[in-house]
């Protein structure tokens, strides 16, 4: 059974940080992208980073690129999400994710496996 256990997310006051976390299992990790959206109330949702666990390649929304920072340890099956200079319209549910194909991954931002969400609130 394929899971993706995310977590870290919590309450941060605008310009702090916060570290996400996403463990997967039930599949083979190497071969898969990774990747973390994001949904807001009354948004649409959206990808936020995603990243290759095969080579490492990655992907940023424009809004996040240079704040944000995506890093898989496959030893330990987990990739991380490490937000930056958080800003209050950073906030909303963050979902981890899993795709087979990065390629198709980034091209249609639809995912094979879901994990949960974890709450990420910016206070400003």
């Known amino acids: 059974e394929v899971q993706l256990v995310g977590s870290g997310g919590g309450l941060v006051q605008a310009g702090g940080s916060l570290r996400l976390s996403c463990e997967g299992s039930g599949f083979t990790f190497d071969d898969y992208g990774i990747g973390w959206f994001r949904q807001a109330p009354g948004k649409e949702r959206e990808g936020v980073a995603l990243?290759?666990?095969?080579?490492?390649?990655?992907y940023y929304t424009d809004s996040v690129k240079g704040r944000f920072t995506i890093s898989s340890d496959n030893a330990k099956t987990t990739v991380y999400l490490e937000m930056n200079s958080l800003k209050p319209e950073d906030a909303a549910v963050y979902y981890c994710?899993?795709?087979?194909?990065?390629?198709?991954?980034?091209?249609?931002?639809?995912?094979?496996?879901w994990g949960q969400g974890t709450q990420v609130t910016v206070s400003s």
């Open positions: 990243i290759s666990s095969k080579d490492g390649n990655t």
């Open positions: 994710a899993a795709s087979y194909s990065f390629r198709r991954f980034i091209a249609t931002m639809e995912p094979e496996y």
